[in-house]
């Protein structure tokens, strides 16, 4: 693959200040402002704990609380993947950001539909790779979100020359399933996705 | 019949016997039977001969004689004239090889002269130049031996053998050309090295460097057997030392280097970035100064614009080298070469952050580190831009990214100019240091940065901590005022602010104080440590809470060596006031955790450190006085077995450095605790004792692992372990004091037995009232006291396990109480935080093969017999062996094993063993993938059903996220055509966890889909 780049010096973001899921559970069970340092001197498997009690009352109790799928789920399974032209991800590249993913309900309550929309920006507005990078977006959330989730993967207006035409391809199934057809862009499409978290 | 006769008869048919005739000859001439005219003469006939192989032969007959002959038989009149003999028959075009060998073992009985050198180097190149022309590998490599040999060891001769004839050098260049074979040319480079690094080369340069660069880049892969063991790297190098030989070469040198790294592979790309590194180290800095500018363009396009970041990272040592040499030699160079760094650098910054801002940070901090000029004057050239770009800048990320470039610099100076504690590279001289200039503008940036800038600004903050943080490190460069201002503000950080996000800026900030308490303890004990315990307050009874963050920051500064101490003091000092004034229990837990947090960090400190004993009367004593006390000095926090059991493992990490004589004392006062009330009367030897006294048992506990096991115990073993024994069947006792009193048992056994009482440790409890053993008796109690024994008997590997352990296996057939003695096992060798080497524990070292060589075999037998509703018994027992077993051992049986793990995935209800069992599979996988390879279809389909959810099995998320992960290595591990019937059915099932409830399960689902996805799409490609 060898690609002439487009963008040879994006502009990049630090690891810290990617959006990330705060570990709630922590922040909820340390009212106490503390971090959680003097959790491990004592061992998980210390002597306190008997043996004989614990497989009795192994079934967590927490299972129950449900973790939806919401818009940081979403991001962490694409923000990892790479950039066609350089060995950045996405997420560092700032061409998906977690404000522009939305979740929407089922529309009626009958359905139990609910659309993911991601709308991506290309690091240059003419940049011709917003398509593979698309479609990259696109297989990932198919392939990663359940089937009761539709995928809708578009350019974010403005950032790019011919961002209704790329929504076109993007929009158009038939031509989507196409392009995975064509073995050199499924190679394109592998190299992206195989630094998926 | 001669012996040359014999040697050419025996050569075809027995090498070694034709060996034993020269050695016969030699032997012979040596003792004065054969004289070395008669021996001359007798070949005379076979050098002559029409056979070119007869004549190769004879010349070999007389080399291996040669070889054989003891020093100083032959004479120098003998020698010489053999050696004129010799020199004669290389015109004859056969047998080349055995004369250069020949040759060699004359020089090996006898020094030649200078004349006699030139005589033979010359007469080599006009009978048998070029040497390519002899087209065995064997007859090249003994000339070149002996040329290297010549070389070797008749440098001056050569030399003036070269000063004095012109054509010379270019003759012996010649000589080698085209040789092609790796062992030939190992030699060639090395022969070849001799006039580039030592002779006037002159004119030949040209033709003596394309000598060895025509064999750039060495593609040269050796077969998978070779037996001589050259590799290309061996090659390689070598052929890097002859470039990087000579000054003499960078004409030829640099363009050729630079014009192959166009090329498209990346191991050409490799050597040529290595070439270039070395041949500038050497090249000096005279000539590097004129080719400087001309690599800097070349090798800045690897860095900027990274291919490949092994061949970035060898572009910059490229670029470091260069410094290196040109701050060898004068200034001028040096800055004309470092002006358009700074200058391409600080173009970079313009637009920062970006990648290529990110390449420049590399490559100043690669160059910066070189050398104290390098370092001056790149901060000269790059601070004030970068300083004036950071004010003008409107977009944080845009400082940050010029900020980052400010820390990667101040990195290269510490490298250069050293920090606090030793001095840099440039030895003392941090007066010169240019960053000084530099000070107090960078301090202000960095700390308004830290202080003012929001917290969502996380990177900016994190960049300008480590900016303050390199800046307090610098030797010699800030005031301990400024360093003081640092921490302050570290610790505003720390303690004040509100916790955001993943707490980045908090937690760098924690670990920036220990790093400055590791350079200026003092500084830091004077400013941070009052403002900490200004914080912390005697008591909590006002209900503020705000206490624990402060702690934690400040237990972590214990692991800094030079304030360990006063961290503990402190501390110390807190927890007696907060009991004094009542605080709260939660306080006291707090300030507990935070002792023992710092004593564990400390444990390096207290091992070496047998003053220790001051810790053991501040803080044991008092801490043993309180738990048993039951007057006001003993606080109410102390009423609760967890608070107790932190006070025992205080006490335990401070009394188990000391020797065993003065653990006496301790040992003595075990269960008293220097409450001044009779053994007697307190358990575990008194059943009817106060019902308070039982909750002592926790610290007793840590106290009794704290012991070595030289010390006195208080009474009788016997009776101890009788006594415990009796002591846990109560059933009133809290779940946390019988664990800890079994504990004890299980301490007692493997500590204080000697060995051959350990064989019959529990006779007494198997005899006694107890009857440990009789099936009819059996009940929980009376089990857990069996495992306890057991446990401190496995860890000493006793042979007596041999006889209890089959006693223990029958009960898993046990109709009432056969599941509770299947989940004993996993007691047996799980890791256990009490019986440690640590706690002078007596820990075989094959304990745990003993056991499972012991268990498991008959476990998988007993399971085959065992009746349907007993069979989980024997599933649930092996999985809580296996679970603390090193996989290692368990590989062995692990074919015996399979069906039995993949059966208890099957159990309801038992998720530990399911657990274990995914984790034994999922190492089967890892390590030895062709035993689960029948089983594919089975495996698969288990643990397909393990990982979703369903309403008969309520299979909980860890197992369900393992079982994902198992399956996610089944295409990582298996053969194509084994997993791709399965390909189908994996994915749509997992299409059901992709929507689990639980982020985890649903995370490690999306993983194990990809990865079966692929299953086809690499069929598709074969």
Redesign the interface.
């Known amino acids: 693959m060898d690609l002439d780049k487009q963008n040879a010096n994006p502009t990049i973001l630090n690891p810290s200040d990617l959006p990330s899921r705060r570990r709630e559970t922590q922040v909820k069970r340390r009212d106490d402002g503390g971090t959680g340092l003097f959790d491990d001197l004592i061992p998980p498997y210390n002597y306190l704990n008997d043996p004989f009690d614990q497989a009795i009352s192994s079934s967590d109790s927490d299972d129950d609380a449900v973790e939806q799928i919401d818009e940081q789920e979403v991001y962490d399974l694409i923000s990892s993947i790479s950039d066609p032209e350089h060995p950045l991800s996405l997420g560092s590249l700032a061409v998906v950001n977690l404000p522009d993913i939305h979740i929407q309900p089922p529309t009626s309550p009958h359905s139990c539909i609910s659309t993911v929309v991601v709308e991506i920006t290309p690091t240059i507005t003419h940049c011709s790779l917003a398509t593979v990078i698309g479609l990259g977006v696109r297989v990932r959330l198919e392939q990663a979100l359940p089937p009761r989730f539709r995928v809708d993967v578009r350019i974010k207006k403005g950032t790019h020359s011919t961002d209704e035409a790329v929504n076109k391809q993007l929009g158009d199934k038939e031509r989507v399933a196409a392009a995975l057809e064509n073995g050199t862009l499924m190679g394109v499409l592998r190299k992206m996705l195989s630094t998926c978290e | 019949m001669s012996d040359i006769q014999q040697y050419l008869l025996d050569y075809d048919r027995n090498k070694k016997e034709a060996s034993a005739t020269a050695q016969r000859s030699a032997t012979r001439l040596k003792d004065g039977d054969l004289k070395l005219l008669k021996l001359v003469e007798e070949l005379g006939e076979y050098f002559n001969s029409e056979d070119g192989v007869t004549r190769s032969r004879t010349m070999g007959y007389l080399a291996e004689v040669l070889a054989l002959i003891p020093p100083k038989v032959l004479s120098l009149q003998q020698r010489n004239l053999l050696c004129d003999f010799i020199l004669a028959r290389t015109d004859d075009g056969e047998g080349i090889g055995n004369c250069a060998k020949a040759l060699t073992a004359l020089e090996e009985r006898g020094k030649w002269d200078s004349e006699r050198v030139q005589k033979i180097m010359e007469t080599l190149l006009a009978n048998t130049n070029p040497l390519r022309q002899f087209k065995q590998q064997s007859e090249r490599y003994p000339v070149l031996r002996l040329v290297d040999m010549l070389m070797a060891k008749y440098r001056d001769a050569l030399r003036t053998l070269h000063d004095s004839t012109p054509d010379f050098l270019s003759r012996f260049i010649a000589y080698f050309d085209g040789e092609k074979d790796p062992r030939n040319l190992m030699v060639v480079f090395s022969i070849l090295k001799v006039p580039m690094a030592e002779w006037n080369i002159g004119a030949d340069a040209q033709d003596l460097f394309d000598a060895v660069f025509n064999y750039f880049p060495i593609t040269f892969r050796p077969p998978p057997d070779d037996p001589y063991g050259i590799t290309a790297q061996d090659l390689k190098d070598r052929l890097r030392e002859c470039i990087a030989s000579t000054s003499d070469f960078a004409p030829y040198a640099f363009p050729a280097l630079l014009d192959k790294l166009d090329s498209t592979s990346m191991n050409t790309k490799r050597d040529v970035l290595q070439t270039i590194t070395s041949a500038v180290a050497e090249y000096g800095p005279h000539t590097i100064s004129l080719y400087s500018i001309t690599l800097w363009d070349a090798l800045k396009f690897e860095i900027l ?2 291919q490949e970041e092994d061949l970035a990272e060898e572009a910059l040592s490229g670029l470091a080298a260069i410094a290196k040499t040109l701050s060898q030699g004068t200034p001028g160079p040096l800055n004309a070469y470092l002006r358009p760094i700074f200058k391409e650098c600080n173009e970079h910054l313009e ?1 920062a ?4 801002s ?1 390449a420049a940070a590399r490559i100043l901090h690669r160059i910066a580190n070189v050398s104290p000029d390098v370092t001056n004057i790149l901060l000269a050239g790059i601070l004030p831009t970068l300083f004036t770009l950071f004010q003008s800048a409107d977009a944080m ?1 845009k400082r ?1 990214g010029l900020l980052e470039v400010f820390v990667q610099l101040i990195k290269a100076n510490i490298g250069v100019y050293g920090d606090w504690r030793s001095p840099g590279i440039a030895g003392e001289q941090s007066a010169n240091n240019a960053l000084a200039q530099f000070r107090d503008q960078a301090l202000e940036v960095t700390m308004s940065g830290l202080e003012d800038a929001p917290v969502e600004q ?2 900016f903050r ?1 960049v300008c901590l480590d900016g303050l943080l390199q800046l307090s490190k610098a030797r010699g460069l800030l005031t301990d005022e400024h360093i003081g201002k640092i921490i302050q503000l570290f610790y505003a950080v720390v303690v004040h602010e509100q ?1 955001y ?4 800026v ?2 760098g900030a924690i670990n920036g104080l220990v790093e400055i308490a590791h350079q200026k303890p003092q500084v830091v004990i004077e400013k941070a440590f009052p403002a900490f315990m200004a914080q912390l307050p005697d008591t909590d009874l006002d209900g503020s ?2 206490y ?2 402060v ?2 920051a400040f ?2 500064l214990a692991s800094e060596d030079k304030v360990f101490d006063t961290v503990i003091l402190r501390l110390k000092n807190k927890f007696s006031s907060a009991v004094n004034q009542n605080a709260s229990s ?1 306080y006291i837990i ?1 300030l507990l ?2 002792i ?2 710092a004593l ?1 960090k400390g444990a390096n400190k207290l091992e070496q450190n047998h003053e220790s004993s001051n810790h053991y009367q501040d803080i044991v004593l008092p801490l043993l006085q309180r738990t048993s006390s039951t007057d006001s000095s003993h606080p109410k926090a102390f009423d609760d ?2 608070t107790l ?2 006070v025992g ?1 205080i006490c335990n990490i401070i009394v188990r450095s000391h020797s065993a004589e003065q653990q006496q004392a301790v040992a003595a006062e075990l269960y008293t605790l220097f409450r001044g009330t009779a053994q007697d009367e307190l358990p575990p030897f008194n059943l009817n004792a106060n019902p308070e006294t039982n909750r002592t048992m926790v610290v007793s ?1 840590q106290l009794l692992a704290s012991l070595h096991k030289e010390t006195r115990l208080p009474c009788e073993i016997e009776l101890l372990v009788s006594s415990l024994a009796n002591y846990t069947q109560q059933p009133h006792l809290s ?2 004091v ?3 009193s079994l ?1 004890q048992i299980s301490l007692v056994i493997n500590k204080y037995y000697s060995t051959s009482a350990l064989k019959t440790c529990m006779e007494p409890l198997i005899n006694g009232p107890l009857e440990l053993f009789n099936a009819d008796k059996l009940d ?1 109690p009376r ?2 006291v069996i495992f306890a024994c057991l446990k401190g008997i496995s860890l000493r590997s006793s042979p007596s396990l041999s006889i209890l352990y089959p006693h223990v296996l029958s009960f898993l057939s046990h109709p009432k109480y056969g599941t ?1 003695i299947a ?2 096992f ?2 047996l060798l ?5 019986l440690t080497k640590q706690n002078h524990c007596q820990i075989s070292g094959l304990h745990k093969q003993k056991s499972f060589a012991l268990l498991v075999p008959n476990i998988t037998r007993l399971f085959r017999e065992a009746p349907a509703d007993m069979k989980p018994n024997y599933l649930i027992a092996l999985s809580g062996i296996l679970n603390g077993m090193p996989f290692d051992i368990v590989m062995e049986e692990v074919d015996q094993l399979i069906l039995l793990l993949l059966q208890s995935l099957d159990l309801k ?4 063993v399911k657990e274990a069992a995914i984790a034994t599979l999922t190492s089967t996988l890892v390590e030895k993938p062709a035993v689960v390879e029948e089983h594919v279809g089975s495996l698969v389909t288990r643990l397909l059903a393990n990982s979703v959810i369903n309403k008969e099995t ?1 299979t ?3 197992v369900r996220a393992a079982a994902l992960r198992c399956l996610t290595l089944v295409p990582d591990k298996l053969k194509l055509e084994v997993v791709l019937p399965y390909r189908r059915q994996v994915c749509k099932k997992l ?2 966890a ?2 689990d ?3 985890e399960v ?2 490690a689902a ?2 194990a ?2 990865r079966w ?2 299953v086809d ?1 690499a069929g598709d490609d074969e």
């Open positions: 614009n990274v637009d952050p970006t990648k290529q990110q990320a940050r996380v990177s994190v916790s996000g993943k707490d980045d908090k937690n809470s705000g624990f963050s702690l934690e237990a972590k939660s707090a955790s935070a023992l947090y564990t077995e967890t059991d932190l493992r506990t779940a946390p019988r664990s800890a504990r929980p089990i857990r509770t989940h004993g996993s007691t799980q890791p256990d935080d009490l209800g038992e998720d530990l309520r909980p998320p860890k299409t059901a992709l929507d409830r639980k982020r649903r995370s999306v993983k889909r990809a996805l692929e799409e």
